[in-house]
Structures are given as C-alpha cells and as structure tokens.
C-alpha cells in the first residue's frame, strides 16, 4: 500500500502515470460514476416524489412473502436472503481478482464461476419477488397496496419500485454475461497469454458497483 | 509478464500482494453482514412498534449504516482505499454533488407538499380517502399521481 508511493512525488509534471493505474482501469472508475448519477437521478427522484406525498406504503407490510412459505408473514425475510447472496457474490468476486493478481488461473475459474452462480440466484430471486407482486395486481400503473395509515396510495410507489429495481436488476444482468465472457477467457488462457488479469479487475469494479447500488436500493425501498 | 506494456507493469507494480489478503476480505464481509443484519432486525422488530413519527430518527439511522456499507465496499472491494490520493479524489470530489442533489431536492418535495396543502383543497380530499378491501385494485388510484 503505502510504500509504493512516495508521498513528495511529482505526479503531474509528466513522464508518469498520475493516477498510477492502467487506462482501462480508469475509465471504468469513471464509466462508475456516471453511472452513480444515474441511479442517483432515480433515486433522487423517487424521494423527491415520496416527501412531497402525504403518506406512503409501509414496505414491513408489501414485502412480506417467502417461495413456498404461502401466507406467512414474514416480513423482509426474502429481500435479506437476496442482499446476502449479492454481498457473498461479491466477496467471490473480489477472491477471483486476488487469484488474478497471483496468475493463478484455477481460482480464478472456481470463483468466477461462483460469482456468475450467486448473479444467477440473485436474479432468479428477483424474477420471483416481481411475479410474486405482479399477482398481488402490482404493476407500472397499478397499485394495490394502501399507504400505512390505510389511505389510498397514489401508483408513484409501483412505478418507483419497478423502474429502479428493473434498472439495477438489468446491471445485474450485464455484470453475469460480463463475468461469463470474463471467465471463458480465462479457461480458454487469454489471460495468461497476456500475463496479467486486468480484465478481471475492471469487471470485478463493475461488479461491486452493481452490489454497491443494491446497498442503497435496499435502504430507499425496504427499510425506510 | 514479458509482453507487458509499461503502463500495466506500473500499475500491476503499484499493487502490494498483501492487500489481496483472503483475511481483509473476509473482515469485510462480516462487517458488511452484520451492519445488514442490524438494518434488518431494527426494520423488522424495533421501527414498527414505534409511532410513525419516530420513523426519520430510524431513517437516518439507516441512512448512517448504509452509508458505512457503501464505504466499506469501495474501500475494500472496489480496492479504492488503497490507491493513490489523485485517484482517490478524482472520485470523491465529484462524488460530493451527491450532498447538494440529495439535500436540493427532498427540500423540494417537502416544499411541494406544503404547498398543495395549503393550496389544493382537493389533494388534502385525496390524502384522506380511506383504501376499501386490499384484494382489488382501487379505480381511484389511477387518477391520483
């Protein structure tokens, strides 16, 4: 860490990389960021409306449902099973960018695979939680949840809820094709043609990113 | 690593082996875990026997804990804590808008609904009308954005 980088070092007056990472690396940083402010524009948004409302649905009360569980209460039970797998798909991520980093191609196949698999459930599970709601009579431009004080609530809650999820739900989506192709490349051993596994980094960057919005959905959705 | 171009030999150089350590990584997870766990138990056993006014005292408690989520998996995860100060702040910086938006625009909302009620006798109607049965769909709710 810190003793690679001397710290009265001139990094700006040219002859060395300022930033002291690969181009790629950095604009993926920067491809990051404006993708940050999308999902912040959503989000913004989404708050925006939900103060300027009188009263909203309770999420303890929407997101009550388990696969199999029928009728039972359990409230946020699903939705933490779902941020588990993306926190742990993302911990696999970050041991497959730490076998690249050692060029140990093994590891780097048994965790990418691993990550693509906890991509896969996360999605399998979201695909659940929207059919689930869609039976419930929930959709863009309908909503059949009351607010908590057992008001009418007006659609902006469905139409919220479905557009950010879907949008992240899509990254996620992007990120599990990004990781297959990462990881046919590495069994097919481009990566130890080239001699190093950058690839793997820039789409472990996405990756987390894809976990770190999720953070924040589940916040804006779930809890508040 | 002979046919490396020199700007990935600096990079991969700049890289200490020890970072990668399977330990910190685990240390995260389990912070990362635990700080969702205590979101959970406090969203789901605590928050709904208060009453909803204590609600934005719960709110910015999750919205601290989140917001150390999020630095944990951008320091460790995303590697950022250990790079260097320019990269650092390349990303911070502009980052900070997030502060001004975020304050900016729930102002706004609150502002709106001040405003309609006082203003839009109609919208304190809608506010008050009473949801029938759950089971079907209110046709009501259509007109009310």
């Keep these: 860490m810190a003793e690679s980088v001397t710290i009265n070092q001139k990094w700006w007056s040219g002859g060395k990389s300022p930033f002291n990472v690969e181009y790629g690396k950095l604009m993926?940083?920067?491809?990051?960021?404006?993708?940050?402010?999308?999902?912040?524009?959503?989000?913004i948004s989404y708050g925006t409306i939900r103060f300027s409302s009188a009263a909203w649905p309770d999420p303890n009360h929407?997101?009550?449902?388990?696969?199999?569980?029928?009728?039972?209460?359990?409230?946020?039970?699903f939705v933490s099973l779902m941020t588990f797998i993306l926190i742990m798909s993302s911990v696999t991520m970050v041991l497959a960018v730490g076998a690249g980093h050692v060029n140990n191609r093994a590891r780097v196949i048994k965790w990418m695979s691993w990550t693509i698999v906890g991509g896969i459930a996360f999605l399998s599970c979201q695909a659940w939680e929207w059919t689930h709601l869609y039976q419930e009579n929930a959709w863009w431009g309908r909503n059949p949840f009351a607010n908590y004080d057992g008001t009418v609530a007006s659609t902006n809650f469905t139409n919220f809820f479905f557009t950010i999820t879907g949008f992240?739900?899509?990254?996620?989506?992007?990120?599990?094709?990004?990781?297959?192709?990462?990881?046919?490349?590495?069994?097919?051993g481009t990566f130890e043609r080239k001699g190093h596994y950058?690839?793997?980094?820039?789409?472990?960057?996405?990756?987390?990113?894809?976990?770190?919005?999720?953070?924040?959905?589940?916040?804006c959705f779930y809890l508040f | 690593m002979a046919n490396h171009s020199t700007s990935d030999t600096t990079a991969h150089g700049s890289q200490d082996e020890h970072s990668f350590d399977t330990k910190a990584i685990w240390r995260t997870f389990w912070i990362l875990l635990c700080i969702t766990c205590v979101?959970?138990?406090?969203?789901?056993?605590?928050a709904p026997h208060f009453p909803h006014h204590y609600?934005?005292?719960?709110?910015?408690?999750?919205?601290?804990?989140?917001?150390a989520k999020a630095f944990y998996i951008i320091a460790e995860f995303m590697h950022l804590r250990h790079e260097i100060k320019n990269l650092i702040m390349t990303i911070a910086i502009p980052a900070l808008l997030f502060v001004w938006f975020i304050t900016?625009?729930?102002?706004?909302?609150?502002?709106?609904?001040?405003?309609?009620q006082t203003l839009d006798p109609r919208d304190v109607k809608k506010a008050e009308q009473v949801m029938e049965e759950p089971a079907h769909p209110e046709e009501g709710t259509e007109h009310i954005k």
Excluded: C, Q
């Excluded at chain 1, 920067?30 to 912040?40: H, I, K, N, P, V």
């Excluded at chain 1, 696969?67 to 209460?73: N, Y």
């Excluded at chain 2, 979101?39 to 605590?46: A, P, S």
């Excluded at chain 2, 609600?55 to 917001?67: A, Q, R, V």
């Design chain 1, 62 to 77: 929407v997101f009550s449902s388990f696969p199999f569980m029928g009728h039972t209460h359990l409230p946020l039970v």
């Design chain 2, 55 to 67: 609600k934005i005292w719960f709110n910015l408690l999750y919205i601290i804990l989140t917001g």
């Design chain 1, 168 to 188: 992240h739900g899509f990254h996620v989506f992007s990120g599990v094709i990004v990781n297959i192709i990462m990881l046919i490349m590495a069994i097919n």
């Design chain 1, 28 to 43: 993926m940083w920067y491809f990051l960021m404006s993708d940050a402010f999308t999902f912040g524009a959503f989000l």
């Design chain 2, 104 to 116: 900016a625009f729930l102002w706004e909302g609150n502002s709106f609904k001040n405003l309609r």
């Design chain 1, 198 to 219: 950058m690839m793997i980094e820039k789409a472990g960057l996405y990756w987390h990113f894809v976990d770190l919005v999720w953070v924040f959905v589940f916040t």
């Design chain 2, 39 to 46: 979101e959970l138990i406090v969203g789901m056993f605590i």
